[in-house]
């Protein structure tokens, strides 16, 4: 199974300069974990994400919730063309300890896979038992 299979809904995006309040109310209206930071002048573009671990360590550190979102959104954005399998993509959220991942087709912004999307469907848990490659197991930092 191909990534841009479990990728299929549009991603949730906001600018650099949205306040991280706005994009916090988002991601709780929303029920999600990732906003993408896309370029004003090109939409298709994304320069970084914020997560609600983004979230959480600005409200941690006391940071003002009026500021720009660029100021916690982490970049470069880890990302996979959504011709690659989805074996890669549970590759890829493991080794750099993440839940998100935004997928790309010809490097245009396509959408984005959660951890939820990837144990949440049987089809995805068979594509990646029948297709994955065996790893060793870590424990994660979860």
Do not use: C, F
């Amino acid at each position: 199974m191909k990534a841009e299979v479990v990728a299929r809904k549009p991603p949730i995006t906001a600018t650099p300069d949205a306040r991280i309040k706005d994009v916090a109310k988002i991601m709780a209206e929303r029920k999600i974990g990732l906003v993408v930071i896309v370029d004003k002048n090109q939409p298709d573009y994304a320069v970084g994400v914020v997560s609600e671990r983004d979230i959480v360590k600005a409200v941690a550190n006391n940071v003002d919730l009026n500021r720009p979102v660029k100021e916690i959104m982490t970049s470069p954005v880890i990302t996979v063309e959504g011709s690659e399998p989805v074996w890669t993509v549970a590759r890829i959220m493991r080794q750099h300890n993440i839940r998100h991942v935004v997928v790309t087709r010809g490097g245009k912004l396509y959408g984005v896979i959660s951890i939820r999307d990837l144990v949440g469907e049987e089809s995805v848990l068979r594509s990646l038992i029948e297709y994955g490659e065996p790893e060793e197991h870590r424990p994660s930092a979860d």
